[in-house]
């Protein structure tokens, strides 16, 4: 059986770059007209007060300081508070398959082989175009490429995930190279007008390229990866193709992405720290020696706090790589992010790991070698 390795990495970054201050303008502003058309009810004590936010909350909330977003109109009009993304016509690209599309064409110009040599294509993100055909599928034509293609949807894990299915088949034989995409276009399932996660997201996409160990020329050895998943609703999107056969109304709420994020603190931070250690060891790594973490980008205080188990120890400067203050929360793509830009100081034998978690519960650790 041959080994894996990531051969390359591309990233495509929107171009509107969204700010804390700009989106608490937006949502105050709503907060404001809210609170005054139902003075009378909120007074009654029948409906609750809005309260405003600010972005020394979000920032000490999250650790999030701006996010990049496709569209940036919809978010800062308080009206709307949703982007404007125009349906395409069937015979166009979808909006997630081209920002795909980009962020592979940089991965495959980082790789320098030619795209008949790749047999796969995986889009491994949060929320897809539709519901078919697979934009994984898009991606392989816009891109020339032959083999297959399918779409995997583990939310915030969906990038570790995709990582691993596209390492099995390399070490099957089935391919001798798999591209692995993760467009998300997160602020189109964002509850901009929810004041504990109008703040969360951001839009992006990334690729890796995994490829036979034989043909790569550097790159990273895929020294192990393991999933685990774990039931919970405590971070859920209930969006999906049986809304129209419910009655109007139920639910609606639900429909966008809400969480129990304390909740989701206590349970996923110790379930990927114990993970992480536990692969470490039947993988004979010393996780305290670990030179990076690239660890999904969900909130900066369950970076810190499973960094620290981890290190089992203060992570040093660049150590534990937070790129969520730019970003914000990615989905899939976070832990992509950190390692596309924050790898170029490693030399043959360094050793970090790419870690993602989330709905699900989901998590994913592929643990990686600088050949």
Not at 354 to 366: E, L, N, W
Request: hydrophobic fraction near 45%.
């Amino acid at each position: 059986m041959t080994n894996a390795v990531i051969a390359a990495t591309g990233l495509y970054t929107p171009p509107n770059s969204l700010s804390n201050a700009e989106l608490v303008v937006t949502f105050n502003a709503y907060v404001e007209r809210f609170n005054a058309a139902n003075a009378d009810a909120i007074a009654a004590g029948e409906t609750v007060a809005l309260i405003p936010s600010s972005a020394e909350f979000i920032e000490k909330a999250s650790g999030i300081k701006s996010r990049f977003v496709v569209d940036k109109t919809g978010l800062v009009d308080p009206e709307r508070m949703a982007p404007n993304i125009p349906e395409r016509p069937n015979d166009e690209i979808s909006v997630l398959a081209e920002m795909a599309v980009e962020a592979a064409k940089q991965a495959i110009a980082a790789w320098g082989k030619d795209v008949s040599q790749i047999d796969a294509v995986i889009c491994a993100a949060s929320n897809m175009q539709r519901a078919y055909p697979a934009m994984a599928i898009e991606v392989q034509q816009a891109l020339g490429i032959g083999g297959f293609a399918f779409d995997m949807n583990v939310a915030c894990s969906s990038a570790t995930f995709g990582i691993k299915t596209a390492a099995d088949f390399v070490m099957a034989g089935s391919a001798r190279a798999v591209l692995m995409v993760n467009p998300e276009i997160c602020s189109g399932h964002l509850n901009f007008r929810d004041r504990d996660s109008h703040f969360i997201f951001g839009d992006v996409a990334t690729a890796v390229i995994v490829e036979r160990a034989e043909d790569a020329t550097g790159g990273w050895d895929i020294l192990g990866t393991r999933l685990k998943t774990q039931f919970s609703n405590n971070i859920r999107n209930n969006f999906g193709f049986l809304n129209r056969a419910a009655p109007d109304g139920i639910g609606a709420v639900d429909k966008l992405f809400v969480q129990e994020g304390r909740k989701v603190f206590r349970e996923v931070v110790p379930m990927v720290s114990d993970m992480i250690v536990e692969h470490a060891g039947d993988l004979g790594i010393d996780p305290h020696a670990l030179k990076r973490l690239w660890l999904h980008q969900a909130n900066i205080n369950m970076n810190v706090m499973i960094g620290k188990r981890v290190l089992g120890r203060e992570p040093a400067q660049g150590e534990n790589v937070i790129i969520l203050d730019e970003y914000a929360n990615t989905s899939s793509a976070g832990s992509i992010i950190a390692f596309h830009k924050a790898n170029d100081d490693f030399v043959a034998g360094d050793t970090g790991l790419i870690c993602s978690f989330g709905a699900g519960y989901s998590a994913g650790t592929v643990f990686v070698r600088k050949r």
